[in-house]
């Protein structure tokens, strides 16, 4: 670990706490975009550092893992502990839910009982004030001999105040009291009784409960013990029958406001701005200084048409994002995680891997990744084959620009289908899996729920660009160097530049793909190179169409340009699939074989580069097939 | 002329493209799995090694 920095002016502060306490609110509300996200050396864990200027002094901030104990089992109480006994700081502040005290003062005991000096600061006071929890700050004081402040991680004076307690107070004038040495001193006793293993676990956990009952009993008062706002949500949205079809609803909402209400005008305009005025202008200012043909198609057609086609739909990813972290800021996500448990574990895999896979809605790695997080093999390897399936964000252009262009009337209803398309196959996939090679029982899901609460919106924006960011930089690079590729691949021939695309490169090596899928409905080599530079990454597919077809109208009139484009016999994206075709060519994108990034992920995490191409093959395999009886299903209902 | 200069700044971004896809590559970095990884998972995908 780095040497800490101590000087008059610069001091350093570590936030520490239990999960879900509003501690990153805290470290956002207080160092805003001025973060830097690393990892702690040697472990995934994330490392968030921040600073502030306040009082004159500069303030470096640690955002700690939540922990709900620091006993040094898991990663992240390992990196408390060590942190926080190893590293000399200013000042190290406990972030306690205040409305949930006593399960929260297990890890602040634990503290104290190693001698760490903290400012206790009784976050939420509100949902306290809510569930009739009433906390007196100076009897708390007054036990454990260490200074208690009171915040609302949200409001801006709170922060204000802590800024002030930050650069303020001195902890030298602060210490253990005898009662709190007491209850040290028999925590040792245990220690030294020889006991061992369980019962000496058990020993210290009874003496530790002990204490914070007798904290309890002086300092905190429960005056309102009935049902709270969030046990009556809960008897609605995750408890009972109704819970499903109100996930699946709130999901609906979802893809109706990215698709249909925000995100959609926005994509329009955005499409309508790059294939129009700025296509025109760099024409024009091309021809102007009199560029060679072959580089006006390389920028017009190459680049501005493939990166272009991407850019397009970047804004539906902010959204859908947006949507996905303000769910999560209220509370809502862990009880999705809660309610999908039931029908996971019925499919074979652990409870526990339900929140691994839902960051397969973001990005299909993390989601791998952290599947490291399962206790057995069998559950590692059932989350990891399960996680590619679902829409990643790199899939959703390709999702959006398919359902806008072939069915401009019910895109939200098709798109949101496709998002079930994934979750259902990574169900009956893991089921097929479970059937064939893992027999065993799943292990015991333990999931806190935390309370229903308003979002705080700068965390939620900070966590929408966090993810979305990394979009525009794809857009940047791997697509941008994989559209001049494929330009490249598609405007030449052993014999020099072609006339037409269909005698290029490309053409040769995406008609031995789309051969594949004569049957499908998609068999040209158009759809065969599409489906290749998907590998590379997802969004590859979209802007190779791009490269190819020019950049795809999704406005509100594309009905009519594919209604106008079959009349002519044109050719192009409109011609080149029907509905039917499309819909196909849509399921299949939804479940084939993942992107290298993924790929590479499942190799490192499997350790195995048998798993890796399993994976791969196993993936098209199965997506081959679901597209085909899709189509040969479609066709036999007389859809088109 | 300009041909040139627009290819030139074209292969300097290509090339300056392909390196942080190698970069990441080699690092174990992924642009699009964002650095904080909401609902409590310790996936660290923001610059792990």
């Not at chain 1, 501005?304 to 739909?313: A, D, H, P, Q, R």
């Not at chain 1, 959703?396 to 806008?404: D, E, N, Q, R, Y």
């Amino acid at each position: 670990m780095e040497a800490a920095i101590m000087n008059d002016n610069i001091m350093r502060v570590a936030l520490t706490g239990n999960p879900n306490t509003g501690k990153s609110t805290i470290f956002n509300e207080i160092t805003g975009a001025r973060q830097k996200i690393g990892n702690w050396p040697g472990v995934t864990v994330d490392k968030k550092e921040g600073h502030v200027t306040y009082g004159g002094k500069e303030i470096h901030v640690i955002d700690l893992p939540g922990t709900y104990s620091v006993n040094a089992r898991s990663p992240e109480e390992k990196i408390v502990i060590d942190f926080l006994q190893e590293q000399k700081m200013d000042l190290v502040v406990d972030v306690i839910d205040s409305s949930n005290i006593e399960r929260n003062l297990f890890l602040t005991v634990q503290l104290l009982e190693k001698g760490i000096p903290m400012v206790l600061d009784l976050n939420m006071q509100d949902e306290a004030k809510r569930r009739g929890v009433k906390i007196d700050i100076k009897k708390l004081e007054k036990i454990l001999g260490y200074p208690v402040i009171v915040t609302v991680a949200r409001d801006g004076s709170s922060i204000k105040n802590l800024l002030h307690v930050f650069t303020s107070i001195s902890m030298e004038s602060y210490g253990p009291t005898e009662r709190l040495n007491e209850h040290i001193a028999k925590i040792q006793e245990i220690e030294n009784s020889g006991l061992e293993g369980m019962e000496l676990q058990e020993a210290i956990i009874k003496q530790r409960y002990a204490f914070i009952d007798s904290i309890m009993d002086e300092a905190v008062e429960v005056t309102n013990a009935g049902t709270s706002f969030t046990e009556k949500v809960d008897s609605v949205l995750a408890n009972g029958v109704l819970a499903l079809p109100l996930f699946l609803a709130i999901l609906y909402g979802v893809f109706q406001i990215t698709f249909e209400w925000i995100g959609q005008p926005i994509a329009d305009a955005l499409d309508d701005f790059i294939a129009g005025d700025f296509t025109d202008w760099v024409a024009g200012a091309l021809e102007g200084a009199e560029v060679a043909d072959w580089m006006q198609a390389l920028i017009l057609d190459g680049i501005i048409g493939g990166v272009g086609s991407v850019l397009v739909f970047v804004p539906l990813i902010f959204i859908l994002f947006f949507c996905l972290s303000f769910l999560d800021g209220t509370g809502y996500m862990a009880r999705v995680a809660f309610i999908m448990d039931p029908i996971m574990r019925r499919a074979g895999l652990s409870g526990k891997s339900v929140m691994p896979l839902m960051m397969g809605f973001g990005c299909g790695v993390p989601s791998i990744m952290g599947a490291r997080a399962l206790d057995n093999e069998k559950d590692r390897i059932l989350s990891i084959l399960a996680a590619p399936f679902l829409t990643c964000g790199a899939k959703l252009p390709i999702m959006a620009l398919f359902a806008a262009m072939f069915f401009p009337e019910d895109a939200t209803n098709v798109v949101f289908a496709m998002y079930i398309v994934g979750v259902v196959m990574a169900i009956v996939s893991t089921k097929l899996l479970t059937a064939a090679k893992y027999k065993d029982e799943t292990a015991t899901f333990l999931l806190e729920l935390p309370p229903y609460r308003m979002p705080d919106m700068k965390t939620v924006l900070l966590e929408t660009w966090d993810k979305g960011k990394g979009y525009l930089v794809k857009a940047g690079t791997i697509i941008f160097a994989g559209c001049i590729i494929i330009w490249f691949l598609g405007a030449f021939n052993f014999d020099g530049m072609v006339e037409e695309q269909s005698e290029s490169f490309l053409a040769s090596i995406g008609a031995v793909v789309g051969a594949l899928f004569t049957f499908h409905g998609f068999g040209n080599w158009e759809a065969g190179a599409a489906v290749i530079s998907g590998i590379l990454a997802k969004e590859s597919v979209v802007s190779t169409i791009g490269v190819l077809y020019g950049l795809p109208d999704v406005s509100a009139e594309a009905e009519d340009a594919i209604e106008t484009a079959e009349a002519l016999g044109a050719t192009g994206m409109a011609a080149a699939f029907t509905s039917l075709s499309a819909l196909a060519f849509m399921v299949f994108s939804q479940l084939y074989t993942p992107c290298v990034t993924a790929l590479g992920t499942i190799k490192k995490e499997t350790n195995s580069w048998k798993m890796m191409f399993f994976a791969a093959g196993y993936m098209f395999a199965l997506a081959w097939v679901v597209s085909l009886i899709v189509y040969q299903v479609g066709r036999l209902l007389g859809f088109e | 002329m300009a041909t040139y200069i627009i290819g030139a700044v074209i292969l300097a971004l290509f090339v300056m493209a392909t390196r942080h896809v190698i970069n990441n590559y080699r690092s174990g970095k992924h642009d699009c799995c964002g650095t904080d990884c909401s609902g409590g998972c310790n996936c660290g995908c923001g610059g792990h090694k």
